[in-house]
Each structure stands twice: as structure tokens, then as C-alpha cells.
Nanobody, 125 residues
Framework: VQLVESGGGLVQAGGSLRLSCAASGFRFDDYAIGWFRQAPGKKREGVSFIGNSDDYTMYADSVKGRFTIVSDGAKNTVYLQMNNLKPEDTAVYYC???????????????????WGQGTQVTVSS
């Protein structure tokens, strides 16, 4: 199983970035993909989640209306489009995969079995 994030970088406040999470080694539609982030000195927090089989999504309140998560089954890749970025969005962003049952979308880190290496997002003010 492998999850590879890409797309992080340095951007000014108000700017945009698109993160990618390329998955391999498991049946994509059986899993949900979650994006989490961790800023220095802070706990890891869930940002956005998607069920790959039905595209059901969830967002943290702090990113609603600014971030969009999309799953591309043809490419086994999940994207996180981040618009109107704020300095408080600065963190290492991780994608993770967890078993998905269509009546429940996992949204806690302990519910995710496989993790990527992370990609740094820095938003300057």
C-alpha cells in the first residue's frame, strides 16, 4: 500500500494550492481518503474526507467553503483544492486511507490505516 502526496508549497494569503494523493496497492473504491494536517506544536486535525465509492464528503468547519475534495477513480487519486488560503492553514498535510462503509465516513485519524509521508503547505501573510 502506498499513498504519495504532492502539490504543497509556499503561497501568499488568499492564494490557492491543489494537493494530490496518489494511491496504490489496495482496492480504491473500498476505501475513504482523508486529508489531515499538523502544524508545529499542535495536534493533528482532520481537514476533509471522501468516500471513493460514492463521493460522499465531509469538511472541517475551518475549511468549509474554501477547500474542495475530489476523488478520481480512473487515476486512483484524491485531490484537495485549497482556495483563499490563510496563514493558519500552514501545516504538514497528510492523506490517509481507511476502510469505507457507505453508511459511515471515517473522520478520525485512528480510523485510517495507511498514511502518506506528508507535504508542507506554508501560507505567508
Amino acid at each position: 500500500v502506498q499513498l504519495v502526496e504532492s502539490g504543497g508549497g509556499l503561497v501568499q494569503a488568499g492564494g490557492s494550492l491543489r494537493l494530490s494523493c496518489a494511491a496504490s496497492g489496495f482496492r480504491f473504491d473500498d476505501y475513504a481518503i482523508g486529508w489531515f494536517r499538523q502544524a508545529p506544536g499542535k495536534k493533528r486535525e482532520g481537514v476533509s474526507f471522501i468516500g471513493n465509492s460514492d463521493d460522499y464528503t465531509m469538511y472541517a468547519d475551518s475549511v468549509k467553503g474554501r477547500f474542495t475534495i475530489v476523488s478520481d477513480g480512473a487515476k486512483n487519486t484524491v485531490y484537495l483544492q485549497m482556495n483563499n488560503l490563510k496563514p493558519e492553514d500552514t501545516a504538514v498535510y497528510y492523506c490517509a486511507a481507511g476502510i469505507y462503509y457507505s453508511d459511515y465516513l471515517p473522520n478520525a485519524d485512528y480510523e485510517y490505516d495507511y498514511w502518506g509521508q506528508g507535504t508542507q503547505v506554508t501560507v505567508s501573510s
